[in-house]
């Protein structure tokens, strides 16, 4: 499924620097001409695309861009220098409009590489400018424009890497509170989350990726029951499931039935799904008893590899986290 990514940036030009009234002094002469220089111009702002970049990540964690000013021009003609561009690496999808007036700007693709945002104030021009025949010796030398400051809306349409998948009330919304800034609505009661939220996960090796939370399938859901097969054909495109069993729901007679009835669902809904790789959590480490329920299920698939978490104390989150960036990296 394709969710958005958002963030809202504040850049600015660099302003104009001031150009610069001096005269000439030169030995044996009492009164040199004008001779002060341009004001170096300020750096301007521009978009560049990234086809290596997937997030809007690092845009939510900085959120101020300034390029540089112009300095100011000096005498002896010298013109002050150049304030720098910033450039802004985005990636390929992204749309960029102004967040106060949310007109588009650009929808950045991988046919564009360089898109001029704010243009750097201009340098004001130095007194030597202003000499003409009537003013042999000017005073005045123009201030420098001042850059531009504005305030960009970045969205970005973006294919969730990893989906959760599990019973209603397995904990899901939780999990993915735990492990990304995501804070969808949890309670203690089935079918809370109604729509998909995503989360994006800064892993402590690897690229950040992005997780979907969705409704909690139910028996039935390949049939249309519950909310369920609206979202099966969104989580179809990730590359990974995470399947979240409540350990405090596993039944001590049939330990798998939860987690064969989620299987059995996906499997029905469509092939590819059932294919799917997976890992198999299993939540709600810290209530009481668990640990036995833990056992038994892990007794009864020996050859998987079974996390066991509490989304709620966040233990064994860290190494989920580490095992899905793992994943990833290898696809
Ligand atoms: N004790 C304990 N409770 C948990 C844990 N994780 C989730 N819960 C509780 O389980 C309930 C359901 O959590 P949610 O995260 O809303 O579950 P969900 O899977 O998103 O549910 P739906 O959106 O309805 O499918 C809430 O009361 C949570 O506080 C856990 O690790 N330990
Ligand atoms: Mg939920």
Sequence with gaps: ?????????????????????????ERYIEFGGPDGGDGGNGGDVILRVDPG??????????????????????GKQKHGRNGSHKFLDLPPGTLVSDADTLEPIIDLTLEHTEHLVAKGGQGGRGNKRFASATNRAP???????PGIEMRLKL???????????????????TLIS???????KIADY??????????MVEPPFGEPFAVADIPGLIEGAHEGIGLGIKFLKHIER????????DAGGIDPE????SFNLINNELAMYSKKLAQKAQIVVLNKLDLTGVENRVDEFKAALPNLKILAISAVTGQGVKPLVKMLASKLQKE
Excluded: W
């Design 1 to 25: 499924m394709k969710f958005v990514d958002e963030a809202i940036i504040t850049v600015s030009s660099g302003n104009g620097g001031p150009g610069c009234t001096s005269f000439r002094r």
């Design 178 to 184: 735990a492990i990304s800034s995501a804070r969808p």
């Design 53 to 74: 970049q997937r997030t809007l990540y690092e845009y939510r964690r900085q959120k101020l861009f300034n390029a540089k000013n112009g300095a100011s021009g000096l």
């Design 139 to 145: 005073r005045y030398s123009q201030p420098g424009i």
């Design 238 to 245: 990730t590359g990974l499931l995470i399947h979240l069993i």
């Design 254 to 257: 049939n330990p798998l039935e």
């Design 190 to 199: 089935p079918f809370t989350t109604l729509t998909p939220t995503l989360g």
């Design 155 to 173: 969205e970005l349409k973006l294919l969730a890497d990893v989906g959760i998948v599990g019973l209603p009330n397995a904990g899901k919304s």
